[in-house]
């Protein structure tokens, strides 16, 4: 438990009153008493309404409980639908044809497409990785993984594997930088014949730099290194710029159950902003320090010298607006919501960076908000950040607003939702998981939904995808904002990343996420096969989808499945959340590579935890599975996890423990209590359990 200062009424956890007071707000010339009073005063206006939006979702929900059962058949019937969906208030009127007026944006978020990384932001090392992956091998990113066949053999270089990259990495300079009357393997010294000379930037010593939709490739000459002094131009690396963006996750991806974990998060935030986090840690028996990488300067010939970033831009998640947080206590002794904490804490710490400019050279404050129920709670989170910018002394819509598109209420009313924030806007992204998890609970009682793997082929899912590209192009998101799309969740495979993920800028999105540097050194490509820009404009010609596909339901009406077909979904499911859970509720890690039920590795996080709960909750509340299927399940998939855990001094088994074990009881709570919890989410259980355990062990 923590102990609690009071502060202009609130009782604030010792630990965060010494956080900001000590380590923040020197630095920034704030008063700690006129924070606090100014942040009680936010506190007391929003609290209140932020728990009337909670109320709201729950009446909603009860509404369409009950249509769903007095008549399933029609609630399948997406006109009968849209009709009741009106009536309740649940769909809103569309805004009258707009374009959104957000400025002061970074190239990164508007003029530029790549990938983006997402990171915990508990973990300094990662976050350190993910903020330095701007820039990224090429050699390496292909040498040391499948995407190209076959692998390196141990112990020590192995040429025919280097062989191997280095002809793949002129190939992808052909296309990108084509020179005139050769290849880049035919090259070898002189004067370059570049098809385009205006690709040509600038050099770094003997290294040259060129751009290509946007983005920059630097091919490294270094005839003294053991790759170039054997090449015949000395061409040691090509480094592609890569991470454009990094969301460093408060949510999803991470485990923050109290004063300490948040402070933690923060103090990571504070460092990137300051410009000083930096982490050391042991490697292969020798003593590493990792820090923030330096901007790229390079001569520009007849011209100054330019400097480029050395970093991804840096967003930052904050929790939505479900959770409450043990670490301050409102003048009513309740819990204070976690988001509002967030908005004001991520804010405060980057005014750092509106001073020194090194993550926004536009000075804006990048902040993504998750799970947000239609267009009253965006315009919510947009007055929220107008009153977070009068106590902290900002220009108004300096905050900069991104929305997860990842909830059936927004999806479904996103132009209203993105008119909400028009002002603020930066950011629309789609979530499969997290938006199949809303799904399944929205619809829950309308019948057993389709096994999961069928659900990428389900009309809403299709149409959701269209929609929020065409929506967001409509309201004039391109050249202003970013679009994104979601995780490629097997880091392992980067020979299928490769294959299959050039989808998403050919869908006109101008980002996406990848789950590691290395992935998106690799991604990085796609965006020089496709121009996205001018995908965009050719999206943005074509009719937006319409809403009916997006509400039909992806129940599996009359489908009989037999024993094995229902114990193979079962398991499936039950290995995904047992894998997930086991580490969240005794290591507290919120988000890492789980091996999946084929012993595929996979990044999980919370959105994974939430669509196989709410399907097994579907599940047993319409007859498919029973209670004894699905703990027969549990107990099956505890056993391989714990074999797959093994090799982890820290694990703890679920089999043959599963009473005393708290991760087991989580991941059952969190299907039998599935149908109950609020939204389908999984953070109050898993915050229940988690807080046990450190109390516990």
């Keep these: 438990m923590s102990a609690y200062v009071d502060r202009a009424g609130s009782q604030v956890a010792e630990v965060l009153a010494h956080f900001v007071e000590d380590r923040v707000l ?16 936010l506190f007391a206006r929003f609290a209140p309404e932020n728990r009337d939006l909670l109320a709201k979702r729950e009446l909603l929900q009860a509404q369409i409980d009950h249509w769903c059962e007095e008549d399933p058949r029609r609630a399948t019937d997406p006109s009968a639908q849209e009709a009741f969906l009106r009536g309740i208030g649940y769909l809103v009127p569309e805004p009258a044809p707009f374009t959104v007026m957000t400025s002061g944006v970074d190239d990164e978020v508007a003029r530029m497409a790549g990938p ?42 192995d040429r025919a594997r280097g062989a191997q990259v280095i002809a793949f990495a002129k190939a992808f300079l052909d296309e990108a930088v084509p020179l005139t009357g050769m290849r880049w393997a035919e090259f070898a010294k002189g004067d370059l014949p570049l098809a385009d000379p205006g690709q040509f930037v600038g050099h770094r010593g003997d290294s040259l730099l060129f ?23 000395g061409i040691a690396d090509v480094v592609l710029e890569a991470a454009l963006s990094t969301i460093v996750d408060l949510e999803d991806s991470i485990a923050a159950v109290d004063a300490e974990d948040k402070v933690a998060a923060y103090a ?13 840690f042991d490697k ?54 976690e988001g509002i904490l967030d908005a004001i804490l991520t804010s405060l710490i980057a005014r750092y960076d509106l001073r020194a400019r090194r993550n926004s050279r536009a000075g804006s404050i990048y902040i993504v908000k998750p799970k947000m129920h239609g267009p009253e709670e965006c315009g919510f989170a947009d007055r929220l950040f107008d009153a977070v910018e009068d106590l902290l002394g900002l220009a108004r819509h300096t905050i900069k607003l991104g929305v997860m598109d990842e909830e059936r ?31 399944i609970h929205s619809s829950m009682r309308a019948g057993a939904m389709v096994p999961k793997a069928e659900m990428k082929a389900s009309s809403w899912i299709q149409a959701y995808e269209a929609r929020n590209v065409g929506i967001g192009l409509a309201c004039g998101l391109s050249g202003k904002a970013q679009i994104g799309k979601g995780m490629w969740a097997a880091p392992d495979r980067m020979a299928d990343m490769l294959a299959q993920k050039s989808a998403h800028p050919r869908s006109g999105t101008n980002t996406a996420w990848v789950p590691s540097p290395t992935a998106a050194t690799l991604h990085a490509m796609h965006y020089h096969q496709v121009d996205v820009f001018a995908r965009q404009r050719a999206i943005a010609a074509e009719a937006v989808p319409g809403l009916a596909p997006l509400l039909t339901i992806p129940v599996a009406a009359g489908r009989n499945w037999s024993a094995q077909e229902i114990a193979d979904e079962l398991d499936n499911n039950a290995q995904g959340i047992l894998g997930y859970v086991v580490r969240w509720i005794d290591q507290g890690v919120g988000c890492s590579k789980v091996p999946d039920i084929h012993d595929v590795g996979l990044m999980e996080d919370r959105a994974t935890l939430r669509i196989s709960s709410q399907h097994m909750s579907n599940w047993l509340l319409h007859g498919v599975a029973t209670a004894e299927d699905v703990d027969a399940s549990l107990l099956r998939m505890a056993a391989k996890v714990d074999a797959q855990n093994a090799g982890d001094p820290l694990y703890r088994p679920m089999a043959g423990n599963a009473e005393a074990s708290l991760a087991f009881r989580a991941a059952r709570a969190l299907v039998f209590e599935g149908v109950t919890q609020p939204s389908g989410y999984t953070e109050p259980l898993l915050h229940r359990f988690r807080a046990e355990a450190k109390a516990r062990y």
């Design 268 to 280: 990571n935030w504070l460092g990137l902003m300051q410009g000083d986090l930096e982490e050391s």
């Design 211 to 233: 751009r290509h939709n946007g983005l920059h490739i630097e091919v490294t000459i270094d005839r003294t290194h053991p790759i170039g002094r054997d090449d015949p131009a």
């Design 409 to 439: 209420r927004t999806s479904a009313n996103l132009a209203a939702c993105i008119h909400a924030v028009r002002h603020r806007i930066a950011f629309i992204n789609t979530g499969f998981l997290d938006r199949t998890g809303d799904e």
């Design 26 to 41: 020197p630095g920034l010339g704030f008063e700690p008493a006129r924070f606090w009073t100014g942040a009680a005063e």
């Design 116 to 157: 983006q990384l997402v990171v915990p932001a508990l973990n300094a090392r990662f976050v350190l990785n993910a903020a330095n992956a701007r820039w990224g091998s090429l050699y390496d990113a292909l040498y040391g993984t499948d995407a190209l066949p076959g692998a390196a053999e141990p112990g020590g270089y």
């Design 284 to 337: 292969s028996g020798v003593r590493m320090t990792r820090r923030l990488a330096e901007d790229r300067v390079y001569q520009v010939p007849g011209a100054a010298e330019i400097s480029l970033p050395g970093r991804a831009l840096l967003f930052v998640r904050n929790v939505g607006h479900l959770m409450t947080t043990p670490a301050l206590l409102l003048q009513d002794g309740q819990e204070a919501p």
